[in-house]
């Protein structure tokens, strides 16, 4: 059994930063790609950023510049560091993980139950 928890989200003004952080925990071998997620209302999830187990990472145009993803591989987290926030950021966020679970070569994908960001003043 693996879970993924997210946390750090809340209110915040335009112009604000917050940091997400997501833990995966359980039967995990390694963690391959982590990535975060957001949802809008009346939208469909899109990618956010993703960053690979070698540290390359992917961020989607909108958030380019003003959002950093980074991880730590020893507690198995994964950070979003965003800054200059703006309305249309607001969403429910949510982390994926690509995990290898032990006696099975075929990695699985974990989503988190998501945390929600407001940006409003």
């Known amino acids: 059994q693996v879970h993924v928890v997210e946390s750090g989200g809340g209110l915040v003004q335009p112009g604000g930063s917050l940091r997400l952080s997501c833990v995966a925990s359980g039967s995990i071998v390694s963690i391959n790609d982590m990535g975060w997620y957001r949802q809008a209302a009346g939208e469909q999830r899109e990618l956010v950023a993703s960053i690979t187990s070698g540290g390359s990472t992917n961020y989607a145009d909108s958030v380019k510049g003003r959002f950093a993803i980074s991880r730590d591989n020893a507690k198995n987290t994964v950070y979003l560091q965003m800054n200059s926030l703006k309305s249309e950021d607001t969403a429910v966020y949510y982390c994926?993980?690509?995990?290898?679970?032990?006696?099975?070569?075929?990695?699985?994908?974990?989503w988190g139950q998501g945390t929600q960001v407001t940006v409003s003043s």
């Open positions: 994926r993980v690509t995990v290898r679970y032990p006696g099975n070569p075929y990695p699985g994908l974990r």
